[in-house]
């Protein structure tokens, strides 16, 4: 009998902590209009998320807006990272996600530039709006990828 109470005890509290992990934004409203990252030196690296959760967290009942925000890597071997809305592993439901004039960009050799707007990788969306007009993600000079997706689940 102590086993059994011992292993439910360890399974609980298992269960718990991936909970905790998940994470969730839920019946909230996030204004971020006119964010703004950047940075430039030799291998640079710039990372905006606004409403994001990671490792099946969930985002539901929400409004994300992010008009007119900007995450700039100047540099050689520099790498800029957007995220808008995006739950990975996890489900979007009932959410808006107003991204209009988002700007994400790369300079350099080399450059790597990726821009996310209302995604979901590895879960589910439904009853979800994504707006996103004027949205550019851009890598420049040799060698350089860009990777802009908006309204995805995969």
């Known amino acids: ?40 030196s030799t291998a640079a690296y710039a990372q905006q998320e606004i409403g994001v959760t990671y490792g099946g967290g969930r985002i539901l009942n929400s ?12 540099s050689r071997g520099g790498s800029s990272y957007q995220y808008i809305g995006l739950a990975t592993g996890g489900t979007m439901n009932r959410v808006t996600v107003v991204a ?12 790597r530039a990726e821009q996310l707007i209302g995604a979901v990788l590895g879960g589910t ?16 000079n040799d060698s350089a990828r860009a990777n802009q997706k908006i309204g995805v689940v995969n």
């Not at 409004?63 to 100047?74: F, L, P, S």
């Not at 209009?100 to 450059?111: E, F, I, L, M, V």
Request: hydrophobic content about 45%; cysteine-free.
């Open 125 to 140: 969306m439904t009853n979800t709006t994504v707006i996103a007009n004027r949205a550019m993600n851009n890598a420049q």
């Open 100 to 111: 209009d004039g988002a700007h994400n960009r790369s300079t350099g050799s080399g450059a």
């Open 1 to 40: 009998m102590k086993s059994l109470i011992k292993t439910l005890v360890v399974a609980t509290l298992g269960v718990t902590a991936f909970a905790a992990f998940a994470g969730e934004i839920s019946g909230s409203s996030i204004d971020a209009t006119d964010a703004s990252s950047w940075t430039n």
């Open 63 to 74: 409004t994300i807006v992010a008009r007119g925000v900007h995450n700039e890597a100047a």
